[in-house]
């Protein structure tokens, strides 16, 4: 049974920094790129960064230069650092496995059940 569990996020003022850890078990973690997306509240979940298997990335325009992704394969673990953190940035942010490194929401097979971030101004 394949489950990705997320931690990390809480409330913070703007200009602060939080890493998220999302903690996979039940699959080859190493065979699958690892994605971060975000759900603010009254919209759809939107992308925002990806790491391949062999540690290429990818990010959206909105957190480009601020938001770090990574991933450790030996403890099966794929993080999102977050600086300088504004006010638009209060999400839902969930993590995902998909065997693409991929921006579409479709095409992850797995997701975690997500952790809180808020940003006050």
């Known amino acids: 049974q394949v489950q990705l569990v997320e931690s990390g996020g809480g409330l913070v003022q703007a200009g602060a920094s939080l890493r998220l850890s999302c903690a996979a078990s039940g699959l080859t973690f190493s065979n699958y790129a690892m994605g971060w997306f975000r759900q603010k509240p009254g919209k759809e979940r939107e992308f925002v960064a990806v790491?391949?298997?062999?540690?290429?990335?990818i990010y959206s325009d909105s957190v480009k230069g601020r938001f770090t992704i990574s991933r450790d394969n030996a403890k099966n673990t794929v993080y999102l650092e977050m600086n300088s953190l504004k006010p638009e940035d209060t999400a839902v942010y969930y993590c995902?496995?998909?065997?693409?490194?991929?921006?579409?929401?479709?095409?992850?097979?797995?997701w975690g059940q997500g952790t809180q971030v808020t940003v006050s101004s």
């Open positions: 790491i391949s298997r062999s540690d290429g990335t």
């Open positions: 995902g496995a998909s065997r693409l490194t991929t921006q579409l929401i479709w095409q992850y097979n797995y």
